[in-house]
Each structure stands twice: as structure tokens, then as C-alpha cells.
């Protein structure tokens, strides 16, 4: 009893046991959960198998158009890279026109867009096109399977 007395009136002896016990902890700590402990503190990141994932769309900015090999660059949308397509013969290109302009578009939501065939002539770098594709097209950087391409204003 007499003990606790002593310390309830010394706070000098209360610093000192708060300072000591946040010593200790602080020393637990890094020998519990420091990095490179194994089970403790690491965190596992899940990521599916590649070939899970399916793509078969592109949405890029056409950077270069070569007409005799029927082979469109374009940027891809996150890496700097460049992603090659060949068109065939059976792709079909299409140029999307809006009933309004697009900078003012109206109030109202609903329109018809029309629809134009080109060709892979009438593609300019700078076009912002919409590329389908019959195949998985996740993680190729180029491919020859186009269904369709869409040409935005």
C-alpha cells in the first residue's frame, strides 16, 4: 500500500512507468510485425490469372495508317506503347456522325447516330476510333481479327 502511495504522489515515477511501458510496446512492435517476418505484417495482393481476363474493344487515338499493308498504329490507352491492327477485307469502317455538335450537344438524351461506311482510306492519324475484335485481344500488341471499327467525329 505504501508503495502505490509513493507513486500516486511522485509524478515523476508515473512519467517514468508511461515512458517504460511505451518503450516496451514500441520493442515488441518491431520484433512482431516488422517487415520481413514472415506471416506477420505482409499483405497478399490477388490478382487473377491473365488468362482470365477477356478484352475485345479498344478505344485509342490512330497514330499512323500504313494503306498498302492495311495496318493501322494506334496509341495504346495507358502504356506508351504502340498497338498494331490489320484490317481485312471483311472489317467493316464506319464513320459515327452526330445529329448536333458535339462541343453543344442538346438537352435532350436521346439521339440516332448516323452510321457511314468508309475505308481504311479516308482514316487520318489523330481519329478517335472504337476497334472490335472476334478475338481476346488483352495484352496484344497487334492482331488481326477486326470485326469493326468505328470512327468518332
Given amino acids: 500500500m505504501e508503495l502505490v502511495e509513493k507513486i500516486k504522489s511522485n509524478p ?4 517514468f512507468v508511461f515512458l517504460f ?4 510496446s514500441g520493442i515488441a512492435f518491431f520484433f512482431l510485425v516488422r517487415p520481413g517476418n514472415p506471416g506477420q505484417g505482409q499483405v497478399e495482393v490477388f490478382e487473377p490469372p491473365s488468362s482470365r ?5 479498344l478505344a485509342a487515338v490512330i497514330s499512323k495508317i500504313d494503306i498498302q499493308r492495311k495496318l493501322i498504329t494506334v496509341r495504346h490507352p495507358t502504356k ?11 472489317s ?5 456522325e452526330f445529329p ?10 436521346s439521339f ?29 500488341y497487334e492482331f488481326d481479327n477486326v470485326k469493326s471499327i468505328q470512327v468518332l467525329p
Avoid at 506508351?80 to 471483311?90: A, E, F, G, L, P
Avoid at 467493316?92 to 459515327?96: A, L, Q, T, Y
Wanted: proline fraction near 7%; avoid cysteine.
Fill in 112 to 140: 440516332a447516330p448516323k452510321y457511314t461506311k468508309i475505308t481504311i482510306n479516308d482514316l487520318k492519324p489523330g481519329n478517335h476510333a472504337l476497334i472490335e475484335s472476334n478475338e481476346n485481344i488483352y495484352n496484344k
Fill in 92 to 96: 467493316e469502317i464506319m464513320k459515327i
Fill in 21 to 24: 511501458v511505451v518503450a516496451l
Fill in 80 to 90: 506508351d506503347r504502340d498497338i498494331n491492327v490489320i484490317v481485312k477485307d471483311s
Fill in 53 to 57: 481476363i477477356e478484352v475485345f474493344s
Fill in 100 to 109: 448536333f455538335d458535339p462541343a453543344n450537344p442538346p438537352s435532350q438524351a
Fill in 12 to 15: 515523476k515515477v508515473i512519467v
